[in-house]
């Protein structure tokens, strides 16, 4: 069981815009920046989106993120093909018994 | 341009001991916080440990915590991760990560198998 929470799967036609949810609670979306990862198959993760809605150089403008409260998204707009890979939130968590870094257990985007 | 190389990876019989390693090259690797994660097979990421760019500050996973233990040598811009105890539920692929979790390497894979 993860710490955050995401929907095992989601799926789009080419060209829509799917949204993929990501919440947690007030020890680490709350307080803490989200970051978010694709994992092509076969690959190694790689860093979409940074301090809830940064994106590195090199990732397009339809990826998106935002952070309210408690909960994450991570937007994708006009979908292609290639989007078609496993995407992953993660955040620190602060607790009593120290510092951690979360992950949710992973969202399956199909392009149909 | 970040590089990360893991190495160290194999086969090893539960309560055996194993050590990653992982050279970092690209980035001034002294000014930066390392991570390990792991990913067993089919399944998703689980974050394992923390180091400080200066090794002042280490956090584990609960699930790793007292057998394994993160380490990193800024002089040869490498990062360490000693794993003993190892378990079943060990067997992933193991990355290293330059903070925050912002560059991977490949993985090496570390399977406990008797």
């Known amino acids: 069981q993860s710490v955050l929470t995401q929907p095992p799967s989601a799926s789009g036609t080419p060209g829509q815009r799917v949204t993929i949810s990501c919440s947690g609670s007030?020890?680490?979306?709350?307080?803490?920046?989200v970051y978010w990862y694709q994992q092509l198959p076969g690959t190694a993760p790689k860093l979409l989106i940074y301090r809830n809605n940064q994106r590195p150089s090199g990732v397009p403008d339809r990826f998106s993120g935002s952070k309210s409260g408690t909960s994450a998204s991570l937007a994708i707009s006009g979908l292609r093909s290639e989007d078609e890979a496993d995407y992953y939130c993660a955040a620190w968590d602060d607790s009593l018994s120290g510092r951690e870094v979360v992950f949710g257990g992973g969202t399956k985007l199909t392009v149909l | 341009q970040v590089q990360l190389v893991e190495s160290g990876g194999g086969v090893v019989q539960p309560g055996g001991s194993l050590r990653l390693s992982c050279a970092a090259s690209?980035?001034?690797?002294?000014?930066?916080?390392m991570h390990w994660v792991r990913q067993a097979p089919g399944k998703g990421l689980e974050w394992v440990a923390f180091i400080r760019y200066d090794g002042s500050n280490k956090y584990y996973a609960d699930s790793v915590k007292g057998r394994f233990t993160i380490s990193r040598d800024n002089s040869k811009n490498t990062l360490y991760l000693q794993m003993n105890s190892l378990r079943a539920e060990d067997t992933a692929v193991y990355y290293c990560?330059?903070?925050?979790?912002?560059?991977w390497g490949q993985g090496t894979l570390v399977t406990v198998s008797s």
């Open positions: 690209g980035f001034t690797f002294s000014s930066y916080g």
């Open positions: 990560a330059k903070d925050p979790l912002e560059g």
């Open positions: 007030s020890s680490n979306i709350g307080s803490n920046y």
